[in-house]
């Protein structure tokens, strides 16, 4: 037996949701249409999986979203929403291994699997997910070319559930810093290089 919060105020949405879940009868399932309902449900079932559509919900921002999270961290945490930015998949899933991202426009298989995950402790990335984390950080360099296979590895690893805290040691640098890691590079040595030609201007 589990225990579900259906946190979507799209109606279709929850009723498809709840149909699904309460195919398997020892299933107890909740809803909350606003923040406040939700953490009420969360005391009381601090382990329940949480279905979310978090740009119909009140949440200020994903900074509220990570506390509540945070705080009834035996909870997991199911987004299933038609839009998320690529800052917001990439903050939620690198922050925390509680969450689990699916579309409500992809298949009804990815929910099936996203369920099946959370009763095994592990989480699903959809591939449109994965796709949004890796073309962000493609975007940030400034010459995007494929990823490093260290970069590579950081995104299997999160795709199976780990977060930067929890990867090898030779992982443990901030993500975000190996990503722009080139970027830095390069200024450095282009730095160094203007210094180079000032010096041999005042030399001349």
Known sequence: MRNYIIADNQELTRFALESLLQKDEENVVYRAFDKARLVELLKENESAVVLLDYTLFDF??????????????????????????????????????????????????????????????????????????????????ETPNILTTTEMEIVKAIALGKTTKEMPSGFRASTQSRLTARTSSASWASTQRTKRLNTRSVRG
């Not at 903050?91 to 689990?100: A, D, G, I, L, N």
């Not at 991202?101 to 929910?111: A, F, I, Q, R, T």
């Open 60 to 141: 200020a921002d994903e900074d509220q979203l990570l506390i509540i999270a945070e705080r009834f961290n035996l909870s997991n945490w199911i987004l299933i929403s038609d839009d998320l930015t690529p800052q917001f998949i990439r903050r939620v899933v690198y922050s925390s291994h509680q969450f689990s991202v699916v579309y409500k426009d992809g298949p009804l298989s990815e929910v099936r699997e996203a369920l099946s995950a959370v009763n095994r402790h592990t989480r699903y990335l959809s591939q449109r997910a994965l796709e949004s984390i890796i073309t962000q950080q493609q975007q940030e360099e």
